[in-house]
């Protein structure tokens, strides 16, 4: 029987490369100007407006907890719907999309340092690039930071 192949993206956050299912990613575009909004939690960084929607953009990396790093020719924001909002993603850079196959995930080892586990849908051990970290996006934000995220667009 033929397991079913997962389309994933990979990109970067501090040199360690992520992926996640590209089902939830919108578009990738480059940095733009961020609106940037009092009041509202560390990680998000403000408002752009993407081709008529105002899009709340969330700093992953410090979403994740991990040092900040300046911004590059290579940063990226992925589009992203989490739980039917659209939210903006600011990685390093947008490197690939791949296939993975479920029987190289294995669950995510509380030895991952760096990164909050709850974040995680897994560990995918690639023969040629090493593991790669399985970010879910579903629990990337809360409930009560979503609906912070969607209160942000409606203000």
């Given at each position: ?87 903006g ?9 791949i ?9 995510t080892?509380?030895l ?5 586990h ?25 409930t ?6 969607q ?5």
């Amino acid at each position: 029987m033929q397991e079913t192949l997962t389309k994933t993206i990979i990109f970067k956050l501090n040199n360690q490369e992520y992926g996640t299912n590209i089902a939830q990613i919108l578009s990738i575009e480059k940095l733009q100007e961020i609106v940037a909004l009092p009041q509202t939690s560390d990680f998000i960084k403000g408002i752009i407006n993407l081709r008529g929607i105002v899009t709340p953009i969330i700093d992953l990396r410090t979403r994740l907890g991990l040092n900040q790093i300046e911004e590059t020719e290579q940063t990226r924001i992925l589009i992203a719907k989490v739980k039917d909002v659209q939210v903006g993603l600011i990685v390093d850079e947008a490197t690939d999309v791949i296939d993975i196959s479920p029987e190289i995930i294995e669950d995510t080892p509380g030895l991952v340092k760096d990164v909050d586990h709850r974040y995680l849908k897994g560990v995918a051990k690639l023969e040629d690039r090493g593991m790669l970290l399985l970010l879910d996006l579903d629990y990337v934000l809360s409930t009560e930071e979503l609906s912070e995220v969607q209160q942000v667009t409606q203000d």
